[in-house]
């Protein structure tokens, strides 16, 4: 079993920063591809930021691409996401998952997730 826990998110005016935290249990990098999803109120679950199991690049949506950035420390077992120029449009609760997917893009691939994190950005 997977445990994964969000922290870092908070109220930020527009413009601002914050940098996400998810930590994982037992080998989660190594065996499992990580990613970063949002839901506004009234919306659906959208993916954010990914990385493939294998590592490499991350992979981001064209919504937070050159704003966001997803990196990972192995030894910690966490992953964060830092991030910049925030927009109200941002507001969501920010979430991590974990998978054995293929699919980086797709939430109901994935098999863990986090309770989740609030982040409020005012205008």
């Known amino acids: 079993q997977v445990q994964l826990v969000e922290s870092g998110g908070g109220l930020v005016q527009a413009g601002g920063s914050l940098r996400l935290s998810c930590a994982g249990s037992?080998?989660?990098?190594?065996?499992?591809?990580m990613a970063w999803f949002r839901q506004a109120p009234g919306k659906e679950r959208e993916f954010v930021a990914a990385?493939?199991?294998?590592?490499?690049?991350?992979w981001y949506a064209n919504s937070v691409k050159g704003r966001f950035t997803l990196s990972r420390d192995s030894a910690k077992s966490t992953m964060y996401l830092q991030m910049n120029s925030l927009e109200p449009e941002d507001t969501a609760v920010y979430y991590c998952?974990?998978?054995?997917?293929?699919?980086?893009?797709?939430?109901?691939?994935?098999?863990?997730w986090g309770q989740g994190t609030q982040v409020t950005v005012s205008s």
């Open positions: 037992g080998r989660t990098f190594s065996t499992y591809a």
């Open positions: 990385l493939s199991w294998g590592g490499g690049n991350p």
């Open positions: 998952a974990a998978g054995r997917v293929y699919r980086l893009g797709v939430s109901s691939d994935y098999t863990f």
